[in-house]
């Protein structure tokens, strides 16, 4: 099993340095993040996720810590 997790962390590892290299050689050659950006807004809408996560974080945030003045027990 170890040797099985071995070479998984290794794809893993080896996946997330191409695909930084890949990041990095499309900068130098200019890429433009604005154009990426909206391409990627139009088809999967992220700017409608980002502002989802971030309801669903307020949201989050005000129910769990809304008014706590100390450590409450439920009993």
Do not use: C, Q
């Not at 200019?30 to 700017?47: E, H, K, P």
């Not at 996720?49 to 989050?60: A, D, K, P, Q």
């Amino acid at each position: 099993m170890k040797r099985a997790w071995r070479i998984i962390i290794s794809i893993a590892l080896i996946v997330l340095l191409l695909g930084g290299v890949l990041i990095g050689v499309g900068f130098l050659t200019g890429a433009d993040t604005n154009r990426i950006y909206s391409v990627l807004d139009g088809r999967y809408n992220l700017t409608e996720w980002i502002e989802y996560i971030g309801e669903v974080y307020r949201i989050l945030y005000s129910e769990v810590f809304a008014g706590s003045t100390g450590v409450s027990i439920i009993v």
